[in-house]
């Protein structure tokens, strides 16, 4: 997914999808169309009650969606029954 956008001439929204379509890696692209979808029209769309919930995610328990949060717990449960220790917090990229 990862590529290039031609943005020139674009309006802010037409931008964000030009991006999404192109560039966003696969892992993120369901959450931000979704975020943009939720967002609501104006020249710049915000949704300011979900615009840090990633980096919150990330802060809170190491992983920023929902599904890394499940394979951490999935990591944490293997380390503890292999005996391995891994530093705090486990964070997948």
Known sequence: MNGIADLRGKSP?????IILKNCVHQKYHEYL???LKSSKPAHSRHNIEKCFELHTNLLKTG???Q???YLLELAHRYVI???ITLPEPLIFC
Do not use: G, P, Q, V
Request: zero cysteines.
């Open 13 to 17: 929204f037409e931008k964000a999808e």
């Open 33 to 35: 169309t979704n975020y």
């Open 63 to 65: 992983a920023m969606l």
């Open 67 to 69: 599904l890394d949060k």
């Open 81 to 83: 029954f292999s005996k």
